[in-house]
C-alpha cells in the first residue's frame, strides 16, 4: 500500500561470547548447588537460556567441563569474600581469623549434600580441583591462627586438631544428623576448638558474639 512502509522485527542484540559463558555458568551453579549436579540436565540450561544445543557445547563441551567451571566460580567467589575484609589496626589478625570462619562458614552452607556427593562420585577432576581449593583456604586459617595459638601448645597439634574438625564437620550428615545448618555447625565447632587452643584475652567471647 503506496505511503505505507513495512516494519522489519528489531535485530536481537548480539551477547558477547564470554557473556553467555558466564549466563550458562550461573544458571548451572544455581541449579546444582541447590538440587546436586546429577540433578542438572545440559539440555535443561540450554532451554532455560534460549540457546541452541550447539551453543551450549561449544562452551562447555562435557558436564564435567561445565562443573569444573561452576566449581571455579566457587573459588572465585570464597576468594573475593576473604579479600573484601580490611580489619582493625588494633585486632588485625584475629578479626581476619572471624571473617574467615564466616566466610569458611557462608561458602560451604551453600552447597547442598547431594552436590558435594556426585561431585565426589561423578567428576573426579572437578573434586580434585574443590579439594585443593579447601586446602589452600585451610592453609590461610592456619596462617591466622598461628600468633593467637597459646604460647604452651605445639602448634602442629593444635592445627591438625582443627583440621580433623573441619574435615569431620563439613560432612554433609554431621550437621544432618545434627538437624542444625552447617554453618552452624561449622561456626561452633571451631569456636569449641578456640576456648582450649587460642589465647584468651576476650578473643573467645569476641568469636562468640558475632
Not at 558466564?22 to 539440555?43: C, T
Not at 556426585?118 to 586446602?135: G, H, S
Request: glycine share 4%; with cysteine; charged share 30%.
Amino acid at each position: 500500500m503506496a505511503g505505507v512502509q513495512s516494519k522489519r522485527p528489531a535485530r536481537k542484540a548480539r551477547i558477547a561470547p564470554e557473556q553467555v559463558r558466564q549466563q550458562i555458568v550461573d544458571a548451572f551453579a544455581i541449579k546444582a548447588k541447590a538440587i546436586g549436579l546429577r540433578g542438572v540436565m545440559m539440555g535443561e540450561i540450554a532451554t532455560e537460556l534460549r540457546v541452541s544445543a550447539s551453543t551450549l557445547y561449544k562452551h562447555f563441551p562435557s558436564k564435567e567441563a561445565l562443573t569444573l567451571a561452576c566449581v571455579e566460580r566457587w573459588a572465585d567467589e570464597f576468594a573475593a569474600a576473604e579479600a573484601a575484609f580490611t580489619p582493625a589496626p588494633k585486632r588485625a589478625a584475629f578479626d581476619q581469623f572471624l571473617h574467615w570462619i564466616d566466610v569458611w562458614s557462608d561458602a560451604h552452607g551453600a552447597l547442598s549434600p547431594a552436590f558435594v556427593r556426585d561431585l565426589e562420585t561423578d567428576y573426579p577432576a572437578a573434586f580434585k580441583r574443590f579439594r585443593a581449593v579447601i586446602n589452600q583456604r585451610k592453609r590461610q586459617g592456619a596462617a591466622l591462627l598461628r600468633p593467637q595459638l597459646k604460647p604452651e601448645l605445639d602448634e602442629r597439634v593444635a592445627l591438625a586438631v582443627l583440621d580433623l574438625i573441619m574435615t569431620t564437620v563439613l560432612r554433609p550428615e554431621f550437621a544432618d544428623r545434627l538437624r542444625i545448618s552447617r554453618h552452624e555447625a561449622i561456626r561452633t565447632a571451631v569456636a569449641i576448638w578456640a576456648g582450649g587452643a587460642l589465647d584468651r584475652r576476650g578473643q573467645l567471647r569476641a568469636l562468640r558474639a558475632r
